[in-house]
């Protein structure tokens, strides 16, 4: 069965950090789904948390009109401040956007009330596949690390995601319906190779919601390891309660219970993450 799925497939804005170097530049990583409901909204906040605590310099960029990243991280979309809309309809600069977050060294591209329409706005903008990598091309010489949060959806929104992003992160829940969208999202992968941005490669699946008391969720593992070998990331994200309960106290499961299994899985994910995809962290002071 899988294998016949796959073959088808608001704090006040404070100084950003100062660039380190002409030539540093952050790895841009969209994690995207197009399956809701599978864990990229925990995936981005928790794995953006965890790689600040390294030491790194993170930017999470809430690509998502449900804004559920925004406000795990204390940011109301009623505040009136701008947000990553603003970017993408050219009104402000990224940089008049973002804002420090927890912990130390992460910062929010909100998304506000405006982001629902955003969408709509762009079909008749020019370039506006492209808004999003033009939107970062002002801050990214100031971060290791941007993550965007994308839209359950392979929508207009998605689609600026993976024009700006170097690598394309995919959760994947542990269970066979999670599987039967990756092919969609894999062929939107190749076209937008083809057509935006040759330099994006699939920088990994993650498996989320994995139950190891269960036996399908065992196979789903098993059998997506052996087809897609080394994409797919060796750490595994478990059910967690700590994961569930965290967004409610406006917090990262990092900041909740860092003892927990779901926090100690998102810190063994970053480590595995950063020596994939990254260079040392950019030297200098905040």
């Known amino acids: 069965m899988l294998y016949a799925a796959v073959a088808s497939f608001p704090p006040p804005l404070l100084l950003l950090p100062p660039p380190a170097s002409d030539s540093a530049m952050a790895h841009v990583v969209a994690i995207a789904n197009q399956r809701g409901g599978v864990g990229t909204t925990p995936t981005a906040i928790n794995l953006a948390a965890a790689l ?14 449900q804004g559920n990243a925004s406000s795990c991280l204390g940011f109301s979309r009623d505040q009136g401040l701008p947000g990553i809309y603003d970017a993408l309809l050219d009104f402000r600069p990224l940089s008049d956007a973002l804002t420090e977050v927890r912990p130390t060294g992460l910062w929010l591209a909100p998304a506000t009330r405006d982001l629902v329409g955003a969408e709509i706005e762009l079909v008749d903008e020019d370039g506006r596949e492209r808004r999003l990598r033009r939107a970062l091309a002002d801050v990214r010489g100031r971060f290791d690390d941007i993550l965007i949060d994308c839209p359950p959806s392979l929508g207009l929104l998605t689609l600026n995601a993976l024009a700006a992003a170097d690598t394309l992160l995919v959760p994947l829940q542990a269970e066979y319906y999670a599987i039967e969208g990756l092919g969609d999202l894999l062929r939107t992968l190749s076209a937008v190779r083809r057509g935006m941005n040759p330099d994006l490669v699939l920088g990994g699946i993650v498996v989320t919601m994995f139950d190891p008391r269960n036996n399908l969720c065992r196979d789903v ?16 994200i478990p059910r967690n309660v700590r994961l569930g309960e965290a967004p409610s106290h406006g917090r990262t499961a990092i900041e909740h219970d860092p003892r927990s299994a779901g926090a100690r899985a998102y810190s063994a994910l970053a480590r595995e993450w950063a020596s994939r995809h990254r260079a040392p962290a950019l030297s200098g002071a905040m």
């Open 221 to 236: 593992d098993q059998q997506v390891r052996e087809h897609f070998g080394q994409d797919v990331l060796a750490t595994v």
């Open 52 to 65: 600040a605590t390294m030491g790194r310099r993170v930017l999470l960029v809430d690509l998502d009109p």
